[in-house]
């Protein structure tokens, strides 16, 4: 399975950005996707996800109320609207894909993306 980024940028304080992930090849075998993200300094955290079927979510409470992650089957594509953006939120934002399930673990992400730049000013 291999997982490509996009959508990240610079922003202010209280914009909006949506990140998209688009997954390819053996899709059939992730059962959830999520979003993780890592600050400079940080160990990397965890988001949101999202069960590839059942469309279940799971947020952290830092981005709970602000975020939003959807996915589009057919497109084989996952979403994460991010509003009310804070410069806390200023971070990579890495896409992943699991085989178990939905997860606030990173250790259960099977496949990763490379990673999209987020950075919110003050």
């Known amino acids: 399975v291999q997982l490509q980024a996009s959508g990240g940028g610079l922003v202010q304080a209280g914009g909006s950005l949506r990140l998209s992930c688009a997954a390819s090849?053996?899709?059939?075998?992730?059962?959830?996707m999520g979003w993780f993200r890592q600050a400079p300094g940080k160990e990397r955290e965890f988001v949101a996800a999202?069960?590839?079927?059942?469309?279940?979510?799971l947020y952290a409470d830092s981005v709970k109320g602000r975020f939003t992650i959807s996915r589009d089957n057919a497109e084989n594509t996952v979403y994460l609207q991010m509003s009310s953006l804070k410069p806390e939120d200023t971070a990579v934002y890495y896409c992943?894909?699991?085989?178990?399930?939905?997860?606030?673990?990173?250790?259960?992400?099977?496949?990763w993306g490379q990673g999209t730049k987020v950075t919110v000013s003050s």
């Open positions: 992943a894909a699991s085989k178990v399930g939905v997860s606030t673990n990173r250790y259960d992400y099977d496949y």
């Open positions: 090849g053996r899709t059939r075998t992730i059962n959830a």
């Open positions: 999202i069960h590839w079927i059942i469309g279940r979510t």
